[in-house]
């Protein structure tokens, strides 16, 4: 039987409406459960300490209420819930979680946990503290204070772990926000909390975190496939009885001690597949997963998988570049399995997991149950060498906040891929990673002098990409620097930041002449070379610091005979007033006033009468009616962006403080162009049918059309202006019902203008 629950419809949550009694008892209520899960855990004295904190946090909040007008306290103690229940936390982290919001939101200072708790709590409480201020303007808020948890995760991973319990319960009751602060949270979960996660070892707070954000952002998509999900359930329940029923009699006559059943994948994991293959939801073979868990002692662990392997490929003919060894190699997370893809009944694909009790728990409680296992062994662990390098890259990091949230996410988010050195000795390297990345994870000093690679002895230029099981030579030279383009091509934040140093020093040096140039005309001008004269011309200049002043000067792309317009006072140089400038920019102007009003203004757009200037944003080329939001850019003014544009989440994490609320007025007066990917059967007169439809029946203006035939098959783009989404989607479902059309699918980030 299919055992996860599917989420079909969206629940309608009631507004919150107790009188004060009932509320007091509906926070015992709560917290009684949260001891209640806790007990297996409570050693002595910690009962005591537990209801400590839970006082010390419901005083706190006591006047403050959720959006959903519940007390606030019922928040931290769900976050501990979810820490103790579904991450297999303690007691000190169900301290920390009921605590967490109580030294940003309330009265409360560091200081008195410290002296309540002691300075372990104290320093978890802090790491979960969010930076209210962020000073510089072109840094965002989100990115700083993602840095500072990832400061602290180094030395407590626990406060990584409270984090992800308090962004599943925030994403859990994310109903009662506002629509704009909907996708900002939903952007900011996909874009870096869910792959966090997944890195955490914890897959079905991964799996829920990808679903919610979804839910969130591509609203449609997600009912349409939950319904097709809701709708085709007793047909699957059908087919994975029917699947499992030869290899429970197999396993059981073997003597194997098991469980084994059907789970549904996440409408995340289909959606992401339907848009990554171009298939419809009854095309996407792998809905579910069969999942075998194996009750097996330690030592056997491996044997018993790969003998119940053997059982399944007796039963069912397997895929055999389907085949994902985790045993032998488990994941950086420590994930450990055996996947198999075989041809089931009704020639059907079905994907098999077979893993172990101890192996289910450390898939589902990550980190947390990893550590458990771990207990007793003083061996440098794979979590361990992972702190270690995120310490490594923080150390050496000086770059702003959004810079280093995409390193962080591109170096230790991404899948990995296994790389040997010439010795065999293992590297694990995020995926697109290329040789020079490898010469840097060896060490800095190869890295530097790297001029180029032998992948299997044949050799390969510095950036060649690398995959999974090549063994890797690095050749040096003494005579090698690095340079500004190796930036455009490593990913991990290692090489990165190394890179970024050796290209400062060789700025430096060449400062240096620079500034002996700069020193001398100012000297000659009868001004001193001080701090307050370097700065006057750092401002001059709209430079954003003296090194790259002097460097400048040393390229010579500063001329220095601009210094006789600047008056001397003294030892001071005066600078030369600049002649006032006027831009006409509508655009800045305009949507400048409406940010700053509280919440943003509803921006309309499409009738003649509006002021508002903006464009389009290219990446999705949205159209009236697609769900959107305005991005305040530097220098380009408001874009427009779809909710699903693929460049949305990163905005929308990075920058929420630049995002305007939007949408359409209904105006049939514009068109917008839009295009359309078309794939069918090729057959005479098809182009003719085709623009039938769109000219003839629709009248439909078509700006291009381009159709290539191969092997009986034809894949055509056109490009069509549009009033908007329904008459889009008219024309998809018009097209669609054409004899021998397969698929019809929008544009999604071409530039089609």
Known sequence: MEQAPEIISEPVLPKYNLNPEQEKNEIIRHYRALLRSLRPKLKKGDKELVRQAFEM?????????????????????????????????????????????????????????????????????????????????????????????????????????????????NMRTLDHMKREKQLKIASETVWVYAPLAHRMGLYNIKTELEDLSMKYMEPEAYREIAR????????????????????????????????????????????T???????????????????????????????????????????????????????????????????????????????????????????????????????????EDRFDKWFGQIREVLSTQDTDGVDFLQDFKTSFLAEEIYVYTPKGEVKMLPTGSTALDFAFSIHSAIGTKCIGAKVHHKLVPISHKLRSGDQVEIITSNKQKPSEDWLGFVVTAKAKSKIKDALREEKRKIAEDGKYTLQRKVEAMG?????????????????????????????????????????????????????????????????????????????????????????????????PGDDVFGFVSTGKGLIIHRTSCPNAAQLLANYGHRVVKTKWAKNKEISFLTGLKIVGLDDVGVINKITNVISGDLKIN????????????????????????????????????????????????????
Not at 91 to 97: D, F, M, P, Q, Y
Not at 292 to 306: F, G, H, Q
Not at 551 to 579: H, S
Not at 707 to 735: P, Q
Request: glycine share 4%.
């Open 57 to 169: 946090a419901a005083e706190a909040h006591k006047t403050m209420r959720r959006k959903s007008g519940e007390p606030y306290i019922l928040h931290p103690i769900a976050v501990a819930m979810i820490c103790v229940e579904e991450i297999g936390l303690g007691v000190r982290s169900t301290i920390c979680a009921l605590l967490h919001d109580t030294v940003e939101d309330t009265d409360i200072s560091l200081e008195d946990v410290e002296r309540e708790f002691g300075i372990e709590i104290a320093k978890i409480v802090d790491g979960l503290t969010k930076i209210s201020n962020v000073i510089d303007t072109n840094t965002s808020q989100q990115a700083e204070n993602f840095k500072k948890i990832l400061l602290t995760l180094t030395d407590d991973p626990r406060v990584i772990l409270i984090k992800l319990a308090d962004r599943l319960h």
């Open 228 to 271: 097709k999900l809701s709708e085709t359930k007793r047909e699957r329940t059908r087919y994975i009885n029917e699947f499992i029923r030869p290899l429970k009699e197999k396993m059981t006559a073997a003597g194997f001690n098991f469980e084994i059943y059907g789970r549904p994948k996440s409408i995340h994991s289909i959606w």
């Open 273 to 379: 597949k339907i848009k990554k293959k171009a298939v419809a939801f009854e095309e996407v073979y792998d809905l579910f997963a069969i999942r075998v868990i194996l009750d097996s002692a330690p030592e056997k662990e491996k044997e018993d998988c790969w003998k119940v392997y053997s059982m399944i490929t007796d039963e069912y003919t397997p895929s055999p570049e389907r085949l994902r060894d985790w045993l032998s190699n488990p994941k950086n997370n420590g994930y450990e399995a055996l996947h198999t893809t075989v041809m089931g009944p009704q020639g059907k694909w079905v994907e098999v997991q077979i893993r172990t009790k101890r192996m289910n728990e450390i898939a589902e409680k990550g980190l947390a149950a990893h550590y458990k296992y771990k207990e007793g062994s003083n061996d």
């Open 527 to 623: 001004a001193a070379y001080n701090q307050y004269n370097i700065d006057e011309l750092v401002q001059f200049y709209k430079l954003p610091s003296p090194l790259e002043l002097h460097y400048k000067i040393a390229t010579k792309a500063i001329d220095l005979k601009e210094l006789k317009e600047f008056q001397v006072l003294g030892d001071r140089i005066e600078i030369p007033k600049p002649k006032p400038i006027i831009h006409d920019v509508p655009v800045e102007h305009t949507h400048g006033k409406n940010i700053s009003k509280k919440d943003s203004e509803l921006i309309i757009f499409g009738e003649s009468s509006d002021r508002i200037m903006y464009t389009l944003a290219k990446c999705c080329n949205p159209i």
């Open 702 to 753: 078509i700006a291009g059309l381009t159709i290539e035939s191969r092997e009986g098959l034809f894949e055509g783009t056109i490009k069509v202006f549009v009033h908007d989404k329904e008459e889009l989607e008219e024309l998809v479902t018009r097209l669609k019902s054409l004899n021998g059309i397969q698929t019809v699918d929008r544009f999604d980030t071409e530039n089609i203008s």
